[in-house]
């Protein structure tokens, strides 16, 4: 299983951006039964939880995201095209990051700890600078 990140880059305060994390390589389970979960990591810090959406079990979908974006990041899955994305609005230079998605088959409602996780991209680099 191969989880892609894209869509990172260099934007200003106040700017948007949308990654994407692709997934391939799953198996007949579809990529619907897995839940995933966005994570960053700044230089000189521990990893952080940042958003996640779980997989379609029962029709249920739940998504948790932390505090400190909550009004400015959304997390949304495309079960057509095997992509989550992370939308991230008003971005500040504290958002600077390195952001990795991950996946789990085995949790039916996700959560941000990465130790639930067993999958991770490669991650993609996001800066937020004037």
């Known amino acids: 299983l191969r989880l892609v990140e894209s869509g990172g880059g260099l934007v200003q305060p106040g700017g948007s951006l949308r990654l994407s994390c692709a997934m391939t390589g799953f198996g007949r389970e579809g990529f619907d039964s897995y839940s995933i979960a966005w994570f960053r990591q700044a230089p000189g810090k521990d990893r952080e939880g940042v958003s996640c959406?779980?997989?379609?079990?029962?029709?249920?979908?739940?998504?948790d995201t932390a505090d400190s974006v909550a009004d400015r990041f959304t997390v949304s899955r495309d079960n057509s095209n095997n992509i989550v994305y992370l939308q991230m609005n008003n971005l500040k230079p504290g958002d600077t990051a390195v952001y990795f998605c991950?996946?789990?088959?085995?949790?039916?409602?996700?959560?941000?700890?990465?130790?639930?996780?067993?999958?991770w991209g490669q991650g993609t680099q996001v800066t937020v600078s004037s």
């Open positions: 959406v779980s997989g379609s079990f029962g029709r249920t979908i739940h998504w």
């Open positions: 991950a996946a789990s088959g085995l949790i039916r409602r996700c959560v941000l700890t990465d130790t639930e996780y067993d999958y």
